[in-house]
């Protein structure tokens, strides 16, 4: 099942599911203690059931106020209305995989002095996991995001982000990996400044349960940048195409590292602009991954 948070706007958070073609259905209009994805995972945790089954038996055991996706995905966009979406869930810890994509080894080859450490990287057995983002600094939708003043070389990067809790994989949004390239071509190991940032990152619409997701590892990922109105860039590729796998990823990731309920990891990019592009303050990059939804955000200088 799809995961939104929504705020109303007096700042009321609510926890709201979708339940059928254009519709949400608020648990938290049924249970007000249930105003976050973290609650209701705990309390499923808990009483041993799984996270759907909860969400379906509160709903059923109330009159849970019905909502328009529609018309809070305008009223979201335009900034209007008594509810827009807000970012799915706190993530405590963002990070993210590098190189997963045979595209992203030959991107970033290009940009790079030094091109063997990122061959290197996609064919070892131990994948690149770095430290992305905070809380503070990852975006929800419809909020902006950042492109540092101190580069001259910038993208999205379009990618299926994975959620931990209690160790295991319990769903999927869609992420959003801003990244200088001028700065980590310089030297990779400016890495953390090229990938770190004020609003250097986003993630929603919304938290997809595994139950809501078949296959991680065969979904269509797209992405558009419209600048002014008109799309500059659009790029697509399907997860099929990575070279390593969620659980994969999850497991090196926690080796002799613990991670906090709700750490989000991005898995990496194979979606990248041609070499003369890069993004400009105003841009709304927009990308959609089959299953999940539409992830939407207009482009500042931070
Ligand atoms: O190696 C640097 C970062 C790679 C990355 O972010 C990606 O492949 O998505
Ligand atoms: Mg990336």
Do not use: H
Request: aromatic share 8%.
């Amino acid at each position: 099942m799809k995961y939104y948070r929504l705020v109303d706007s007096f700042g009321n958070l609510s926890l709201v599911v979708e339940t059928g073609e254009n519709q949400l259905e608020d648990i938290t209009s049924v249970e007000e203690d249930l105003d976050d994805l973290a609650i209701l995972l705990r309390t499923a945790s808990y009483s041993g059931t799984r996270v759907d089954d909860l969400a379906r038996d509160i709903l059923a055991s109330g009159d849970p106020l019905v909502l328009n996706i529609d018309e809070i995905f305008n009223s979201s966009k335009e900034g209007s209305g008594e509810y827009r979406f807000d970012r799915p869930f706190d993530p405590p810890e963002v990070w993210a995989a590098g190189v997963t994509y045979k595209n992203s080894e030959m991107e970033r080859r290009r940009e790079s002095e030094t091109p063997d450490v990122y061959s290197n990287v996609y064919n070892a057995e131990r994948p690149e996991v770095f430290f992305k983002a905070t809380a503070d600094r990852c975006m929800g939708p419809f909020d902006d995001v950042g492109i540092r003043s101190d580069s001259t070389w910038d993208v999205p990067e379009a990618e299926l982000a994975f959620v931990i809790f209690k160790g295991e994989i319990v769903g999927y949004t869609i992420g959003n990996d801003m990244s200088s390239r001028s700065i980590e071509g310089d030297n990779p190991l400016y890495l953390p400044q090229a990938k770190l940032y004020d609003q250097s990152c986003s993630i929603g619409p919304c938290f997809v349960s595994t139950e809501g997701i078949v296959n991680p590892q065969n979904l269509g990922v797209e992405c558009t940048i419209v600048r002014e109105g008109e799309p500059v860039f659009t790029g697509n590729t399907s997860t099929s195409e990575m070279a390593r796998t969620c659980s994969e990823i999850s497991e090196w990731l926690q080796r002799s590292n613990q991670v906090p309920d709700l750490t989000t990891v991005l898995t990496g990019t194979s979606i990248v602009p041609p070499p003369e592009f890069t993004l400009r303050e105003g841009d709304t990059v927009a990308i959609t991954i089959e299953g999940i939804g539409i992830l939407e955000n207009n482009v500042v200088v931070v």
